[in-house]
């Protein structure tokens, strides 16, 4: 199993959390995104969107996608379970997520930014602004989501981690890359460290991922 993916990439990360918290072995294919190895013909093969993650298994067709690859996974490997048993708990999960991956990192991955710096000519002060705006907007609609459901225990939704658990995890990485303050949500920062008490978000963490650097620079 290879998973196609780069050492900043929050989607990536996803997958990531999700192949080791179902004890899954996989090897990892570096996809520079800041030297534009997405845009080479042999990884357009792979996945034409040229964005990461995608994920080959055997001689199947690559999967594409953080979360249809992680629905994959849960179907396939339904050991352990990282949706509830119930349908509304599953609903809850989805939605959880989706505050993360549909409303929020969309605005702010590496060809949003190129294109604010390039095509629109935005400099990186008022880039910035704009990746914490959308960041900070997300997690905080997670909080208040948090906050209000009455499922919300140790992590998201229960007693253990769930897709939800997933995003917001992968989402509050991405606050760390920047450097932005996370004290407007402490819901999200308590899960968040209940996560990385666990070996497969920790080991799966930007930061521990060959080609990641000593040192953030912000």
């Not at 989607?11 to 990531?16: E, L, P």
């Amino acid at each position: 199993m290879k998973l196609y993916g780069f050492w900043r990439s929050l989607a990536t990360c996803r997958v990531r959390i999700a192949l080791n918290l179902k004890g899954i072995p996989f090897e990892e294919v570096p996809i520079d995104l800041v030297r534009g190895d997405q845009h080479a013909d042999h990884y357009k093969a792979v996945n034409p969107q040229a964005v990461v993650p995608a994920l080959v298994i055997d001689d199947d067709a690559p999967l594409f996608q953080s979360m249809a690859i992680i629905e994959y996974l849960e179907e396939t490997y339904p050991k352990p379970s990282l949706l509830p048993a119930n349908a509304r708990g599953r609903a809850r999960v989805r939605g959880l997520a989706q505050i993360i991956v549909s409303d929020t990192h969309p605005l702010i991955v590496p060809r949003v930014r190129e294109f604010l710096e390039k095509e629109l000519k935005i400099e990186e002060t008022r880039r910035n602004q704009w990746i914490q705006n959308w960041v900070m907007k997300g997690l905080q609609a997670l909080e208040a989501q948090l906050v209000k459901g009455t499922e919300t225990a140790r992590f998201c939704h229960g007693t253990n981690p769930t897709v939800a658990d997933i995003c917001l995890a992968s989402q509050v990485f991405g606050t760390q890359l920047f450097g932005f303050d996370t004290s407007s949500v402490p819901n999200v920062m308590r899960v968040f460290s209940e996560c990385m008490k666990l070996e497969a978000f920790d080991r799966a963490q930007p930061l521990k991922q060959p080609g990641a650097p000593a040192k953030l620079q912000h």
